[in-house]
């Protein structure tokens, strides 16, 4: 979800979608690599019951083709809406329906 520029898979970590302490299993399809700065930002609090909806917090989901989205909280955006990053909004080279 980072810039890969700035930040290349080996300067990011591992964040689980689904909490590993709210039994988030470590698979690949419940994870994506963050630079520590947004690992922060989306990481829930442990103190708190995890809630996937929760409209308070920056949420991460991946598609029905494992592309990654965002969902920003209510206090950053009021009708917050899923964001792609621009690099995950063409099509894949493997798509059969690609250009």
């Known amino acids: 979800m980072c810039v890969p520029r700035l930040h290349p898979p080996e300067d990011c970590e ?3 979608i689904q909490p590993w302490w709210a039994h988030g299993p470590t698979k690949l399809w419940n994870l994506v690599l963050l630079c520590p700065h947004h690992h922060r ?20 989901r991946l598609d029905e083709d494992g ?3 965002v969902i920003p909280p209510k206090y950053f ?3 917050p809406k899923p964001t792609r ?3 995950f909004r063409h099509p ?7 250009p």
């Open 14 to 16: 591992a964040h689980h």
């Open 41 to 60: 930002q989306v990481e829930p609090a442990r103190d708190r019951p995890w809630n996937a909806d929760n409209p308070e917090r920056w949420a991460l």
């Open 67 to 69: 592309l990654p989205f």
């Open 77 to 79: 955006n009021a009708d």
């Open 85 to 87: 990053h621009a690099r």
């Open 92 to 98: 894949r080279p493997d798509d059969p329906n690609a």
